[in-house]
């Protein structure tokens, strides 16, 4: 049982760095240090967008709407530590 559990923040730690790329490449894209019209960062973009969709779409109806202020990543990476800590703090009871 707790190779599941490690399975499981594993899992956590990869959504966590994708999250996180996704973050910074927005930024880089607003920033206009990256371009959308390269056929990579393109692929990438589009790629991270779909990966995170369903992730953000259930939260983006539920958080009022800030404008140009987009509060999605940062709701989802307190989700996603919390789930972390619940499940260390409990992985002595599936030993």
């Known amino acids: ?3 599941l559990i490690q399975i499981l923040l594993l899992i956590l730690d990869i959504v966590w760095f994708i999250i996180l790329a996704h973050v910074i490449m927005s930024w880089l894209i607003n920033f206009q240090v990256l ?4 056929q990579l960062v393109a692929q ?3 790629g991270l967008n ?3 969709e ?3 779409g259930p939260i983006r109806r539920i958080l009022p709407n800030m404008g140009g202020l987009d509060l999605t990543p940062l709701v989802v990476l307190v989700g996603v530590y919390a789930l972390r800590i619940i499940l260390i703090n409990n992985a002595g009871y599936f030993v």
């Open 1 to 3: 049982m707790l190779s």
């Open 35 to 38: 371009n959308l019209h390269q």
């Open 44 to 46: 990438i973009w589009y």
């Open 50 to 52: 779909r990966i995170l």
């Open 54 to 56: 369903p992730i953000y």
